[in-house]
């Protein structure tokens, strides 16, 4: 019998959380924005979530084979990118569009730095910049909510923080149209109600800690108030929500300690309102994450939670 | 200052929620017969290894001192069969260590030794003495040598002993029957302690998954004939492993964080086993050594999972074997619970003095995750009681950076494996780490 026995070092049983099971989480957390997406801006928003993803996951399938390495199409964190990344755009883009940008996130931001876990910066939010200084009028040009209801072709508008920020013409959607999702904006944004209960999922299956959502709003809605702004504007609109809650909590590129987590969420916080204030976009969201994005291993040491029993020992001597 | 007892547990950082498995903790312990042959190795304690005192060929009586050591960090071992030593042989131990142990074949009479008579303990001095002599170890699992714990350096001022019932390994149920099968014997053992090292509180700390072990020790501790001075208080704790690590234990009774690299009596506390308590109780009424241990016998492969009294030495395919035998083929057999315990090469070893439970795992139970790559989750920090980052230490494991091992605290780890059990990639986390400390031991001590 002694050739039979596993010999391993303990502990001999796991949780069953598997990175696997976490982003089925993400996904379902992520499906009543999308489908909110498809409501406001009609069948074509999915046509872009299935193209991104496909685009994502293929990427990662091929990368991986180039490489010679295992495949990991099965832990399913290519597919959270491909539906990030469609929500990142506005309706009227070509699927070519976010096919290109699920290449250049699965490749060039994730693979190239050695998969998951591995990437310095939201592989979403770097392809969202990459389409976005790549296509720059597609990227800005927003559709009326249920635009798809009218014969005319694509109807336009301005966003809600270009209408403030710019001055462009356009009707300003009332906080309720907004906090609902009727307004323009990228596919997965707008619907404030769906991101949130999407959250609320997250934090309740603890695959995130509320503290980065929270803080990240939290802030915002602080300076918002010493701004002298519609603080609940400020928090519906542009991609705040969905930033908060899906993009600042990914792992690979936030803190992993919860001090970490709320000095970085605070910090995105901030800028997020320094561009809005002071930018000359409307919109800070993503620049705000990357910005952090980069200053993690800088925060998390200087952030490293105190071991047990060290403090006593500090004092002591 | 008068010190009160907590009314619920103090605030402790991390842990996991562990399947409890608590299968066998309805059933009431069985006695097994005496085996053929028992093995008892000479190493059943930390510290140093005992010296046998008999000879092949020598006949040998139950309770009868058998080998000793005479380094202060030891704990004689006893015969626990009566019979003839047949053999002096190195056995592998499950840490892989090797050892001596005499094997006695037993003649099946259980002969008491004419030696085993109730010690004299009244003084301080001659009750750690008698417990050196009955060969008592920390039967939690450690194996720490029980005088050594009750000889308190003049220079520390002991408060409170905490009696460890929390037993917060899955599976395990061995202290949670002795609780119920031997109450009154706790509370004697508690008191001889108690008055002896004139404590002012005792704490009997239980998970709160074990509600009528709670039930039975409250009614005893809160009877005004039993506890007069209102001494001794039960805490429920949260059934959260690992609970009753000693440091974590200590947090959760007391707030009081024992610094790093010191002891549970530089915060003024004891922390006691409550086996080991009613142990003491047992051996101050009739002077019978360590000789015999309950196991928690469970698992798949198990026919008929249940607590067992068994002669230490006895070997575990003989256990099993009492408890009905495999009914599937075993793929992991552990000694001690699943968070911690060691997984064994054969089931021909040993009972020794600490273990408390012996889990044989079919395939489904046995086979882990495959690891993949870190996603930088968090959950071994968060679930880290000792507060450090499981992740980094196992990159700078794996790197053999003694340096950096260091400046993250690495020997603060007591390896309860909450990170590996949290770890969503199935990263071997607490495995790396304990390289990683083996090598800065190895590189000398900062």
Same mark, same amino acid.
């Given at each position: ?317 | ?124 001095? =001659?009750?750690?003495? $008698? +417990?050196?002599? @009955?060969?008592? !170890?920390?039967? *939690? ?7 050594? &714990? ?24 061995? =202290?949670?029957?002795? $609780? +119920?099968?031997? @109450?009154?014997? !706790?509370?004697? *053992? ?7 090292? &004139? ?47 000693? &440091? ?199």
């Amino acid at each position: 019998m002694a050739d039979k026995l596993i010999v391993s070092s303990s502990p001999h049983i796991r949780s069953g959380v598997t990175t696997r099971k976490i982003m089925l989480d993400v996904i379902l957390a992520l499906t009543p924005a999308a489908i909110a997406s498809v409501i406001i801006f009609g069948f074509k928003a999915l046509v872009l979530i299935v193209c991104s993803v496909a685009s994502c996951v293929l990427s990662e399938y091929v990368c991986r084979k180039v490489m010679k390495r295992e495949n990991t199409i099965g832990d399913l964190s290519a597919v959270v990118t491909g539906i990030l990344i469609a929500f990142n755009v506005p309706v009227g883009v070509s699927p070519f569009i976010v096919i290109f940008g699920g290449i250049a996130a699965i490749v060039v931001v994730k693979q190239m730095f050695g998969g998951i876990g591995q990437n310095f910066v939201n592989p979403a939010l770097t392809a969202r910049i990459i389409m976005m200084s790549s296509f720059p009028a597609p990227m800005s040009s927003w559709n009326t909510p249920f635009y798809y209801l009218h014969q005319t072709d694509a109807v336009t508008t301005a966003s809600p923080l270009g209408i403030l920020k710019e001055g462009s013409s356009g009707t300003m959607p009332t906080l309720l149209n907004m906090f609902v999702g009727v307004r323009a904006g990228c596919l997965g944004e707008t619907c404030a109600i769906a991101l949130i209960l999407g959250g609320i999922y997250l934090v309740v299956r603890k695959v995130i800690s509320p503290a980065i959502p929270l803080s990240y709003v939290g802030t915002v809605a602080v300076i918002s108030l010493i701004a002298g702004r519609n603080v609940l504007f400020d928090i519906l609109a542009g991609g705040l929500l969905l930033g908060a809650i899906f993009m600042a909590t990914d792992y690979a590129t936030s803190p992993i300690n919860l001090k970490g987590k709320i000095v970085f969420a605070v910090g995105a916080g901030v800028i997020t309102m320094l561009i809005r204030l002071f930018g000359q976009l409307p919109e800070g969201v993503s620049f705000s994450i990357i910005l952090m994005n980069l200053l993690v291993p800088h925060i998390e040491r200087l952030t490293r939670p105190l071991a047990f029993g060290k403090e006593r020992v500090k004092n002591e001597n | 200052m008068e010190l009160v007892f907590p009314t619920k547990p103090f605030k402790t950082h991390g842990g996991a929620d562990v399947p409890h498995n608590k299968n066998t903790a309805q059933t009431e312990s069985a006695v097994m017969s005496p085996p053929a042959q028992v093995v008892l190795p000479m190493q059943q304690h930390v510290g140093a290894p005992c010296t046998p005192l008999v000879k092949i060929g020598e006949t040998v009586l139950v309770g009868q001192k058998i080998a000793d050591s005479s380094a202060f960090i030891s704990a004689p071992i006893h015969a626990s069969v009566s019979g003839k030593v047949s053999a002096i042989k190195k056995i592998m131990l499950p840490g892989g260590q090797y050892t001596d142990a005499i094997v006695i074949d037993s003649d099946g009479e259980m002969t008491v030794s004419p030696d085993v008579k109730p010690p004299v303990a009244e003084a301080l001095e =001659d009750f750690i003495k $008698a +417990i050196r002599e @009955s060969g008592l !170890v920390g039967l *939690g699992g450690a194996g720490f040598p029980a005088h050594v &714990k009750l000889n308190v350096p003049k220079d520390k001022k002991l408060d409170t002993m905490i009696v460890n019932a929390a037993e917060c390994e899955p599976y395990i149920t061995a =202290d949670n029957r002795e $609780a +119920i099968e031997n @109450s009154w014997d !706790v509370f004697s *053992g508690i008191y001889a302690v108690l008055d002896l090292l &004139k404590l002012e509180r005792v704490i009997i700390a239980v998970e709160d998954n074990k509600p009528d072990v709670i039930e039975i020790l409250k009614k005893i501790a809160d009877s005004k004939t039993n506890d007069p001075e209102d001494r001794v208080r039960i805490l429920p704790l949260h059934a959260r492993y690992p609970q009753g690590a000693e &440091k974590v234990l200590i947090k959760a009774c007391t707030d009081r964080e024992i610094p790093m690299g010191k002891l549970p009596a530089d915060v003024g506390c004891l922390v006691m086993n409550i086996t080991s308590v009613a142990f003491i109780a047992k051996y101050l009424k009739t002077g019978m050594p360590l000789v015999t241990k309950r196991v928690t016998i469970d698992g798949s492969a198990i026919r008929n999972p249940q607590n067992v009294i068994v002669p230490i030495g006895t070997k575990i395919a003989d256990i099993i074997e009492f408890c009905g035998g495999y009914q599937s083929e075993p793929k992991k057999i552990l000694m001690g619970g699943p968070m911690m315990g060691l997984a064994l090469a054969s089931d021909e070893l040993p009972v020794l003095k600490q273990n408390n439970g012996i889990l044989a795992f079919g395939e489904k139970e046995a086979r882990l995750l495959e690891p993949t790559a870190c996603i930088r989750c968090g959950r071994c920090v968060e679930g880290c009681p000792m507060n450090l980052i499981p992740t980094q230490l196992e990159k700078y494991s794996n790197a053999k950076d003694v340096e950096k091992l260091q400046e993250y605290d690495v020997m603060d780890c007591m390896e309860c494996g909450t990170c590996s059990f949290n770890c969503p990639a199935g990263r071997p986390l607490v495995q790396a780490i304990r390289l990683g400390k083996g090598l800065v031991k190895a590189g000398g001590k900062k």
